[in-house]
């Protein structure tokens, strides 16, 4: 792993990351390397948990190719030297902010969106200039494979490398000096890698995830939450980290909520013997989820197929705050489902958990959309939707607190991997002597007008 870094350092020392051509030709061969491998990355992600073609062009592929189309498009914009306003103090000058790539990136991927995790982070770190080590997650064995191998075999190392393993490799790779790391994955794991960069004073991005609330207010349009609320839970069989964790509804519509997300379920392909039913990742998490199961409480579902690895759509109802399922980040197809009398309690509630990476309020009514904006603190969100604010790249996209630090996509990808280097260009036709000695009080009174402080 030290040869892999030093092989980067010289690249990236070589200054050839630092043309914008070449940034979009590596981008453009990207692209084009998996198009023409579509068929062995579906393949792949189908063997490691049954995710369909539909669901990986849809939730993976189509993101990275916009990522790609994206930085290729608006690469000289975001690099472009930024004017910014000069102070009086400093006149005659010109002050601008110039973007530079950070340098060597290590980028750590999670499993349940093993492309679009690893990916979409390495093309905001290639469109910043920087060199690019990904470890993606050793849970899905066979995308890990598919990606070192179209990498590994057509690009050149010191700018794009694919380091596959678990725990062990990725511990030593976080021994090393990095100038960035960008880690999606689990709070605990965070925390480890957080430790590591804080050694080499690295910066970090650190996507992580938590408890993410939906809210249903008994004036929000049932059959368009229901439909909506239901896609976003199950899609990938619940393993998104932007999910609805959970859902807390207005009382007065609870029944018939669970009765139409019930009835949307049943249109749905989420079945557990759709071929296409995404399985839970391994056995540990399958025993995980499987036990938040409270059979007192089942509304719909609770079918664990432990030869196939899948947990059917599952409706906990009446969900309390004291229960399993209520305790930590679900990240599988278990929905429960609490009741409130007064959106204030509800929002009082919720605000004594950790901030979660995403919060939903589905609404007609203005005041509570405001109340949900003013009160909540998490990452990101919709109203009236949920997870797809993650499908507009113009949308920063990170967590807070516990959820995580710093943000990505679009432009903020690109400041993720750069560094603002702050320049006062100043001119030499003359020379104020205000700040020189001899001082006086004069002097003074016209600083202070010039500063205009009082
Ligand atoms: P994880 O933390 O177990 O693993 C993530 C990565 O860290 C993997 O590459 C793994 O090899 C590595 N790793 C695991 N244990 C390690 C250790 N002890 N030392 C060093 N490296 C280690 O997370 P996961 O199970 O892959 O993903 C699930 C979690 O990720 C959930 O909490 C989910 O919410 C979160 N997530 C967040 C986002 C986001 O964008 N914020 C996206 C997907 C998943």
Not at 31 to 50: G, R, S, V
């Amino acid at each position: 792993m030290q040869q892999v870094l030093d092989t980067q350092r010289d690249f990236f020392c070589s200054g050839r990351t630092k043309d914008l051509d070449s940034r979009k030709k590596v981008l453009i061969k990207l692209k084009n390397i998996l198009k023409l491998n579509e068929q062995a990355l579906y393949e792949a992600i189908y063997q490691d948990f049954k995710k369909s073609e539909f669901d990986t062009y849809s939730s993976e592929l189509a993101l990275i190719y916009h990522d790609i189309e994206d930085a290729i498009s608006n690469l000289k914009r975001w690099a472009k030297p930024q004017k910014i306003k000069t102070n009086w103090a400093n006149m005659p000058a010109k002050s601008r902010i110039y973007k530079e790539p950070l340098g060597c990136s290590l980028i750590i991927g999670a499993w349940n969106y093993p492309y679009q995790l690893s990916l979409c982070p390495a093309i905001a770190a290639i469109a910043a200039g920087c060199t690019v080590v990904i470890k993606p997650s050793e849970l899905p064995k066979n995308t890990s494979a598919v990606m070192a191998k179209l990498i590994n075999n057509n690009f050149d190392p010191g700018f794009l490398y694919v380091a596959e393993g678990g725990i062990p490799e990725t511990t030593e790779l976080l021994n090393l000096k990095w100038d960035k790391i960008f880690f999606t994955g689990s709070v605990p794991v965070g925390k480890i890698v957080y430790a590591a960069a804080a050694k080499n004073l690295t910066p970090v991005t650190l996507e992580l995830g938590g408890k993410s609330p939906a809210i249903i207010s008994q004036h929000c349009k049932l059959d368009i939450t229901a439909k909506r609320l239901s896609w976003a839970k199950f899609l990938n069989a619940g393993q998104t980290c932007i999910a609805p964790d959970y859902v807390i509804v207005h009382s007065s519509i609870a029944d018939k909520l669970v009765a139409a997300i019930q009835s949307e379920i049943e249109k749905s392909s989420y079945h557990t013997d759709n071929q296409n039913y995404v399985q839970i990742i391994d056995q540990k998490n399958f025993d995980r989820v499987s036990r938040l199961i409270d059979n007192n409480k089942l509304a719909l579902g609770g079918i664990c197929d432990i030869q196939n690895r899948t947990i059917s759509p599952t409706l906990l109802y009446p969900a309390s705050w004291e229960d399993k399922s209520m305790q930590d980040e679900i990240f599988g197809p278990i929905l429960p489902i609490l009741v409130y009398d007064k959106l204030d309690d509800a929002l009082k509630r919720i605000k004594t958990l950790t901030h979660p990476l995403s919060a939903y309020i589905f609404t007609e009514k203005s005041s509570e959309k405001r109340s949900f904006l003013k009160q909540l603190s998490f990452g990101g969100g919709s109203i009236n939707d949920a997870v797809m604010h993650i499908a507009n790249s113009n949308l920063p996209f990170g967590g807070v607190g516990n959820s995580g630090i710093g943000s990505y996509h679009g432009k903020a990808g690109f400041d993720a991997f750069s560094h603002s280097k702050s320049i006062l260009h100043k001119g030499t036709l003359f020379e104020p002597n205000l700040k020189y000695s001899p001082i006086s009080n004069t002097k003074l009174t016209w600083i202070k007008r010039l500063l205009k402080l009082g």
